[in-house]
Nanobody
């Protein structure tokens, strides 16, 4: 079993920055994919950013140039640095991990609210 613990969400004014963390624990033998997803009110869940075991990254067009995904393999942790936050970034952010072969794991979600 694998548990994902997220932190770093909260309230921020437009233009501010937040850093989300997602730490995997438990029976983690390998991680070959990690990604951040978000779901805003009235919208479907979308991929925000992802990073492969080899370090390849992918971003949604709406966050390119503002968000940066990274990972620390020694800690089984990934991060999402969010700069120049906009009100439209307000959403519940979810951590997704592919580990231990083909198994898929999700975090509980963390709220990010950007407002004046």
């Amino acid at each position: 079993q694998v548990q994902l613990v997220e932190s770093g969400g909260g309230f921020m004014q437009p233009g501010g920055s937040l850093r989300l963390s997602c730490a995997a624990s438990g029976r983690v033998f390998s991680i070959h994919y990690m990604g951040w997803y978000r779901q805003a009110p009235g919208e479907s869940r979308e991929l925000v950013a992802s990073i492969s075991n080899g370090g390849r990254t992918d971003y949604a067009d709406s966050v390119k140039g503002r968000f940066t995904i990274s990972k620390d393999n020694a800690k089984d942790t990934m991060y999402l640095q969010m700069n120049s936050l906009k009100p439209e970034d307000t959403a519940i952010y979810y951590c997704k991990v592919l580990a231990n072969g083909p198994n898929e794991y999700w975090g509980q979600g963390t709220q990010v609210t950007v407002s004046s």
